[in-house]
DNA sequence: GTCTATATAGCGATAGAC
DNA sequence: GTCTATCGCTATATAGAC
């Protein structure tokens, strides 16, 4: 299983006391109205009603909602990137049957970055006690909130996407840096629009719905992406 | 070139006369801004400020907000599907050196798919004489936007989904109905995200700017992606 | 067909009692 | 640490003059 629980609010430093249940209520509040309504369509006043707190709690503990917003991402990011690069180490360790050198290590490497997030974007829909923060909201951020990301989250990301890039230097020698983005990029985009982006029709929430056959699937999609000869 | 051009206004049902100019400013207005700060982020103040009119004109021509938004998509939507389907059909008629029966038809099929999206993401910023819907307002729909898409829009991306699918269903025949959606569903989330999506870090923007070089780029990693064997 | 003026409601944020 | 009350602002929407 994983090496961390992505369910689990964050370790807290050590003292687990409810002295901050409000705070915690709240943040789950908002992070289940914001992957319902976006970040824009949930109100304050929404976000307490549903904690059963108070609007000026917020700005006692986050300061603005601009601060509530950035709590509710930070507690997710964190252990998704702990947990990314956890997997990639891990990569490299057993020696299996491996056809060609860099062959089993595209795979490892694009699994240890898409099972994660995949495992984050389901936990909230999977009725498991706190509501997590989806996939939906992911894939908002992803593509509506660029500064925001770009802003104080960026050293997290930065890791992640580095790491992952040199891993897949050395999988993929076939690409330039160039190409390699790109289609680093193109994964990223896979992955979010599996996850997070919406479902038109009825079939494709029934090809999509599972959650480990959409690891394998996308997987291999994104493996035999990046295997494709350099244009 | 294409069959239509993506970047003017609609036919307009063969005379042309700037009754309507306050409408299509308002659209032209309402399209750039969202694109810019997202539709809830937009208010009808800042649109009527930026075209040059009144707030009473957008419920005069169009109802509601709701309703400008819908018109907004549906001048965009309508030319693309036209021109994907167009150059989907054009696709068996060369009979070209092809390696296998499949092969160049995939993808022809993809490029089919891709390249008219691409185009009309790109020709927002490009300095043309009005505004056009940007691939970010696009794909802060798809990611955001579920209930609208699948409302009033439903029928025409039904149409362009289903005669791709089958396109894609005779191209690639190792896949199984539901893996095949799973895949275009891929492949959606790729283009998407690579057209509307942000570009965290300098080196991403200079990877994916030149939209020529963007088409190769998606058309190779999901030509491999599709040709990827079954789960 | 386009305007000004305004109605009504909701927003984020804050002050101050407890 | 949590509450009520309220400030100041902006939103969408509408009525009615021209």
Redesign the pocket.
């Given at each position: 299983m994983a090496a961390h629980d992505l369910t689990d609010r964050p370790a807290d430093d050590a003292r687990n006391e409810p002295?901050h249940?409000?705070?915690q209520a709240l943040l789950d509040a908002a992070e289940e109205l914001f992957a319902e309504h976006g970040i824009d369509g949930t109100?304050?006043?929404?976000i307490t009603r549903h904690a059963g707190?108070?609007?000026?709690?917020i700005?006692?503990y986050f300061g603005?909602?601009?601060g509530l917003v950035q709590e509710v991402f930070a507690r997710r990011l964190a252990p998704l990137a702990a947990e990314r690069l956890a997997r990639l180490e891990a990569c490299g360790e057993a020696g299996e049957e491996s056809l060609q050198p860099g062959e089993k290590t595209l795979e490892c490497i694009l699994r240890a970055f898409v099972e994660p997030f995949v495992e984050l974007g389901w936990s909230i829909d999977r009725g498991t006690s706190a509501p997590h923060l989806s996939g939906r909201l992911m894939a908002q951020v992803i593509t509506d909130r660029g500064d925001f990301l770009r802003g104080a989250l960026a050293a997290e990301l930065r890791e992640t996407f580095d790491r992952f890039g040199r891993a897949l230097t050395l999988a993929v020698p076939h690409l330039d840096r160039e190409e390699l983005i790109a289609r680093f990029n193109f994964a990223i985009g896979t992955l979010v629009h599996a996850v997070g982006g919406i479902r038109l029709f009825d079939e494709e929430n029934r090809a999509l719905e599972r959650s480990d056959a959409l690891v394998d699937r996308l997987v291999a999609f994104l493996v035999a992406g990046f295997r494709a000869p350099a244009c």
């Open positions: 002295q249940e409000t705070r109100s304050l006043r929404a707190a108070n609007v000026a709690a700005h006692y603005s909602k601009e």
